[in-house]
T-cell receptor, first 118, second 110 residues
Framework: DVKVTQSSRYLVKRTGEKVFLECVQD?????MFWYRQDPGLGLRLIYF???????EKGDIPEGYSVSREKKERFSLILESASTNQTSMYLC?????????????????FGAGSRLTVL | KQEVTQIPAALSVPEGENLVLNCSFTDSAIYNLQWFRQDPGKGLTSLLL?????REQTSGRLNASLDKSSGRSTLYIAASQPGDSATYLC?????????FGKGTMLLVSP
């Protein structure tokens, strides 16, 4: 069964800590995405990647960085966690659109990582 | 900038009813429209994807339609069951972006 695996379901961190959220997919997908989901705000795109070592900012990249050294792995990094980064983080992957656009074909999501920053 | 709206925000129905969830988008230049299901505290599960050239897609009791010219998609659920209770989200895909609606929370009571 193909899937997207997020390394941690629940994390509790302190303000100022560096936080790594890992995502691995086994579908050989080119596109990978990181979203955060908050009540009343819906899903918001943080970063996406359409190839190894390639990344593009989404709607809310401030305070985050990403790394994609291998095709199957996409990491989200909070350099200095803050309380307003408490959220559900969702990773997803997809094949690209025909012609290579980063818009998504069928998205496969991970189970999510709920981060609490104290 | 694409905006996606889902109405209603919440819906409660008795088991067995047929129901329609609505999704509207402001920019009709989309590549596809996707519907997802999300159970509480979980990730999203893809239900249906309609390509821009298609009018509808069906999977079991689910049928999704797309009218690009009017900027609308609907998800029809036939003979609803308590197990259908979840939040349903739609997302419109442009060439380089995917924009989600905020979802419709569905409760199907026995």
């Amino acid at each position: 069964d193909v899937k997207v695996t997020q390394s941690s379901r629940y994390l509790v961190k302190r303000t100022g800590e560096k936080v790594f959220l890992e995502c691995v997919q086994d579908m050989d997908h080119e596109n990978m995405f990181w979203y955060r989901q908050d009540p009343g705000l819906g899903l918001r795109l943080i970063y996406f990647s359409y190839d190894v070592k390639m990344k593009e900012k989404g709607d809310i990249p401030e305070g985050y960085s990403v790394s994609r050294e291998k095709k199957e792995r996409f990491s989200l990094i909070l350099e200095s966690a803050s309380t307003n980064q408490t959220s559900m983080y969702l990773c997803a992957s997809s094949l690209p659109l025909l012609g290579g656009g980063a818009g998504a074909n069928v998205l496969t999501f991970g189970a999510g990582s709920r981060l609490t920053v104290l | 900038k694409q905006e996606v709206t889902q109405i209603p925000a919440a819906l409660s129905v008795p088991e067995g009813e047929n129901l329609v969830l609505n999704c509207s988008f402001t920019d009709s230049a989309i590549y596809n429209l996707q519907w997802f299901r999300q159970d509480p505290g979980k990730g999203l599960t893809s239900l249906l994807l309609i390509q821009s050239s298609q009018r509808e897609q069906t999977s079991g009791r689910l049928n999704a339609s797309l009218d690009k010219s009017s900027g609308r998609s609907t998800l029809y659920i036939a003979a609803s069951q308590p197990g259908d209770s979840a939040t349903y989200l739609c997302a419109a895909s442009g060439y380089s972006t995917l924009t989600f609606g905020k979802g419709t929370m569905l409760l199907v009571s026995p």
